[in-house]
């Protein structure tokens, strides 16, 4: 069986990007990532671009040409992958796919949005699309009133307080001040984040994570090729994908994602880990309780417990597991196709020991777990560096 | 290397489906398909469904979570892929590279759109996505306009005349006449197209592929198991993708199209196979001009002489090479996702003997050739009929 790994990434600031279009995002974030790799353009033999809205945000969709043209890669394959905001994640695994089938060697996979071309209803009315347009959006509820539900499901349930819900925003919003690349550079407090306007009780403006603007690309290469001709390879050693009902109305307990913990476990099984071993996770904070149901769906901490682990700092950056280094969709922002491929990414610098002021000590293995709508999609990854060419 | 077979298939009736939702329409094809391979839901491992505008026909994406959902099959893997009117082909493609990686042994793939729920205005503009927004949707060139430059071009340079693109039309209604899925199950003449309106000269509203709703399934299965447990599977011999330029305006030359012409060269080398091997052909004219670009980079005739091999008669049924016996996109309909799969279905239809009126004698290697916007993408698929189980 070959296995797949990553040899270049590259991506964009993330924030609000008024003088930089969707294709001049994307070909930033790839340029960048061909460089690094030290390959040229000829060598990527086909590509797979996450974007999940593209049609709504700017009346673009055949988004794989677009990419494929914009960087100067026909004839090459190139396709979009839309799995809602874990469309980066889907094209990430799709491209690891084409490399294990033995179809390709070498393979750009990469994620975009450009979310500011629009007002924020109009924003919110496309995000809708990642739910279920006729049991939840057409009848008004965006998304976070449907994490709202879940939030209050899990505090009626396990006692979690939006104190602990504020916490997961802090430590995010503190990781993120440590992140160059990062929407929001500054810390914030639970108090902060206490007195912000309700959005969709028990959520507030600061349990949400940003509107963002933003790109991220990484190469694939079959890893025996990937020792070859890079120094520090990242193997994908794990790539999971899960999915639930689309609609909240479908599913048995709102106070957990069926789809993480399915995903999660076949990925402990198949390489014979435990949640114990992973060192660091990027996980798919799109609002504070998301962060929390991933957690525990992953098994890092006990179900229920995730507010209490969190507000005992034990997933912060010095903590006993540490998530969303990066500061996470919060702090690091949101552009939604491209979340799942820089989650990808950090775990690449943590890895690798590049991750600066945010570097986890001693981190070997690293999990990224990239959600889709309320949880109908969850795409998982594990990762380790290997020894490439000296 | 693992092979990969198509062991079921199942596809809506092609036309307007005033009754019948986006959901309801993928769940019949995808039911049928499922049931026609003699298999039951739990066995489906993953699943990729092509959609092209979703987003922006039913304000919807999450298409994949949305198919699983509805077709009971949670928790497998669900994902979208998009290639604009090629998302069906690329769906077919996805689902294929996904079991030849060994990940999985029974996939579903499917394709579906639901596009008379907006105005033709709006529809118009959801499809112009496929092109480029920036120097050809913006400017007011929808998809007529862009066919017609190459329409133009093609008979400038050739000598094609508008007589002989009505010839394509005429003949795929009288496909579509024979098939009791097809949008439009009657004949036209010359006559009654030349006499239509214009809608972007030289193309006439005859000339132009219909606006509709369909869905369309298969069911793929790694070779050796398709022979154990299906009768008649049909053996995917040839998978290829190639790009092209987004825009009309980055190609060097209108009256040829490059991506198609890549992934037929690479197909035919592949297998060892000659065009002249190919038994019958389901080409994607989305415009009559489409189709004879096609049959011309396909290699089924020389540069430039596909109007005159069209109205030889070359491609009928009875032809030395029938080109669209299911109708195609001009007379069996084209919703727009679903295209690429019911492409296929008319390929298996035709090797299993199955066509029943439409059926092309002795037809034993079948190619599909689907398009995505003005032929930035080609996604191109060959098949032959195995001995199953007895």
Redesign the interface.
């Known amino acids: 069986?070959r296995s797949v790994s990553i040899i270049g990434h590259g991506c964009t600031e993330f924030g609000e990007h008024w003088c930089k279009?969707f294709?001049q995002l994307i070909a930033e974030a790839g340029i960048e990532a061909i460089m690094r790799a030290g390959i040229e353009g000829k060598d990527i033999q086909?590509l797979y671009g996450g974007s999940?809205?593209?049609?709504?945000f700017?009346?673009?969709?055949?988004?794989?040409?677009?990419i494929?043209?914009q960087l100067g890669?026909?004839?090459?394959?190139?396709?979009?992958?839309?799995?809602?905001c874990a469309s980066g994640g889907?094209a990430l695994?799709?491209g690891y796919?084409?490399v294990?089938?033995?179809?390709y060697d070498i393979v750009a996979v990469g994620g975009v949005e450009k979310m500011t071309d629009v007002g924020t209803e109009q924003a919110a009315?496309?995000l809708?699309?990642?739910?279920?347009?006729?049991t939840e959006?057409?009848h008004g509820a965006t998304f976070p009133a449907l994490y709202a539900l879940m939030a209050r499901t899990h505090m009626e349930k396990f006692g979690t307080t939006e104190e602990q819900l504020a916490q997961v925003a802090v430590k995010n919003h503190k990781n993120a001040a440590l992140n160059p690349k990062a929407q929001f550079q500054r810390e914030i407090t639970v108090d902060t984040v206490m007195k912000s306007g309700y959005i969709s009780t028990p959520l507030k403006l600061l349990d949400c994570s940003p509107i963002t603007d933003g790109a991220a690309a990484l190469i694939l290469c079959e890893t025996e090729k990937a020792k070859e001709i890079c120094e520090n390879p990242i193997e994908i050693i794990a790539s999971?994908?899960?999915?639930?009902?689309?609609?909240l109305a479908?599913r048995k307990k709102l106070y957990e994602t069926?789809?993480a913990k399915?995903a999660a476990e076949s990925a402990f099984k198949k390489t014979g880990l435990k949640p114990g071993d992973v060192d660091f996770a990027e996980v798919h904070d799109c609002f504070t309780i998301a962060e929390i149901l991933a957690i525990e769906a992953l098994g890092f901490c006990p179900q229920g417990q995730g507010g209490k682990f969190t507000e005992q700092g034990k997933t912060a950056l010095n903590g006993e597991m540490p998530v969303n280094p990066s500061g996470g969709l919060k702090g690091k922002g949101h552009p939604v196709g491209a979340t799942g491929i820089a989650q990808a990414i950090e775990a690449c610098l943590q890895l690798q020991g590049k991750a600066e002021k945010r570097q986890v000590k001693g981190a070997k293995l690293g999990l990224t777990h990239n959600v889709?709508?309320s949880g109908?999609?969850c795409i998982l990854h594990m990762y380790k560096a290997l020894e490439g060419k000296k």
Chains 1, 2 share one sequence.
């Open positions: 069986m279009s294709r086909a999940m809205a593209s049609g709504r700017i009346g673009q969709e055949h988004i794989g040409a677009l494929a043209d890669l026909n004839p090459i394959a190139a396709t979009r992958v839309e799995n809602a889907a695994r799709s796919l084409a294990k089938s033995g179809e009315i496309a809708g699309g990642a739910g279920d347009q006729e959006l057409f999971e994908q899960a999915s639930d009902t689309l609609s479908g069926a789809a399915t889709g709508g109908a999609t």
